[in-house]
Structure formats: C-alpha cells, structure tokens
C-alpha cells in the first residue's frame, strides 16, 4: 500500500512538473508571436532563425523550429537515451502547438507603433521568465536550449551568458533580413532575457515551489543540490550532463 501511495505521489509530481513546463512554453510561444513577430523583431537561437525563415521564405516558424530541433532530438537520443529525448520533444511539440495556434486564430494585435524598445523589454521579460520556468523544471523548448546546458556545464558559464553568446551569431545574420534598427532592440530583449533566464533557473531552492495555483511542488533533490552547489551549476544542466 505504501508503495503504491509512492507511486501515486511521483505521478501528481511529474504531472504538476509537466503542467508548469507547458505554462513556459505557452508564455515563449505568446511572445514570440505577439510581440516579436508584430512588431518585426527578431530572437536569437533557433526560434530566431525561424523567424528570420518566416520572414524570407513565409514558412511558419512552428514549422521551423521541428525541422531544426529535428537533428538535435536525435543526438539528444544518442546521448541520454529515449526517455530523455520524449521529455524534450514534448516541449517543443507544446512551443510548436502554441505557435501554431496563436498564429492561425489569435485576433490579437500588439503593436507598438514603432516604439520598439516596449516590445524589446516585454519580449525580454518574458522569453526569460518563460524559458527559465521550462529549464528550470528539466524541460527543453528547442534543441539549442539542449546545446546551451551542455555547453554550460561544459565551460563552467551562467546559463543566460550562454543563450546571449550564442544568440549572437543569429542576430548577426538578421541584419541580411532586418533593418539596423530591429536588430540593436532585437539584442536588447535578447539580453534581457538571458538576465531572466539566469535568475529564474537560478532562484535557491527551498524544497519547494509555490506555483500560481497555490499548489507545492517538490524539487527533486539532484535540483536542490545542483543549485545550491554554485551559482553555474543548474538542475537542468544537472539533468542533462549526469
């Protein structure tokens, strides 16, 4: 009985992980549609390179994104085995829903007239925010997310450094699509969500987590270890490197 009392638990547990993730992603999905996409900024990574195929070729960046995260799943498949590769797949088939459903039915409009730096610190804050709520739970939005924590552990470097280095060279390549000025508040809300990024993933963990629901959920133990051990060290990079 106690056994399957435990059993029960793990299962409310990953269920109310797998709930929190999928919130991460539906806030990336809102942002990169409703706020980057309106008002013609770009993203670094791979949801910036959707995007900048969306603005060449017209394909959808819902579709992008699987194309290119498609050879990154398969690594992640060598390396960590299937079980790893599911739970990445989900969030990003759940970032590739919520693109797509935003970008067929949402009727609304964010622009901001030309006022750019608005949607570059709101696509900042909450890129971040959304982003570090999937790492921070063990999820993946893309494959570069896979990438960036490996690296992390790799080098030793805070998380956020490592999405704003690497979104460098993405951004780079925006000025061939974007005017100048699109590009420069591109960077900026690109460095501002690494700074979110940062902070979310590494908030000190306490046991547990209050989530908006009221509901507590518990930190898996190698979490609460791999965070509290230094700051460079995060449960994601802890989930994907051990």
């Known amino acids: 009985m106690k056994r399957t009392s435990l059993t029960v638990q793990h299962v409310k547990t990953e269920a109310i992980k ?3 993730m999928l919130l991460g992603t539906f806030i990336l999905a809102f942002a990169y549609y409703h706020i980057n996409f309106q008002n013609h900024l770009s993203e670094g990574g791979f949801v910036g390179l959707a995007l900048l195929g969306k603005y060449a070729t017209g394909l959808s960046p819902a579709v992008g994104m699987l194309l290119l995260d498609i050879p990154v799943m398969i690594l ?6 299937w079980k790893f590769m599911i739970q990445a797949l989900l969030g990003v088939g759940a970032f590739s829903l919520f693109y797509d459903g935003f970008e067929r039915y949402s009727t609304l409009v964010m622009n901001f007239n030309g ?3 608005i ?3 709101l696509s900042g804050v909450l890129t971040g925010v959304g982003a570090g709520i999937v790492l921070r739970f063990g999820g993946a939005t893309g494959g570069d ?3 960036a924590v490996l690296v992390s552990r790799w080098k030793g470097w805070k998380l ?6 690497s979104d460098a060279f993405v951004l780079g390549l925006s000025l061939f699509f974007l005017p100048v000025k699109e590009t420069l508040y591109t960077i900026l809300a ?5 700074k979110m990024i940062t902070y979310v993933v590494g908030i000190p963990a306490r046991g547990t987590v209050v989530t908006t629901s009221a509901v507590k959920l518990p930190i898996p133990s190698v979490a609460a270890k791999a965070v509290n051990a230094a700051t460079t060290r995060t449960s994601v990079a802890q989930g994907v490197t051990n």
């Open 119 to 121: 949607p570059a610190v």
């Open 160 to 165: 956020g450094t490592v999405f704003f280095v």
């Open 76 to 81: 992640a498949w060598f390396i960590k085995g």
């Open 190 to 194: 690109v460095w501002i969500a690494s």
């Open 18 to 20: 797998f709930a929190i």
């Open 145 to 147: 997310d896979i990438l």
């Open 115 to 117: 006022n750019l730096w």
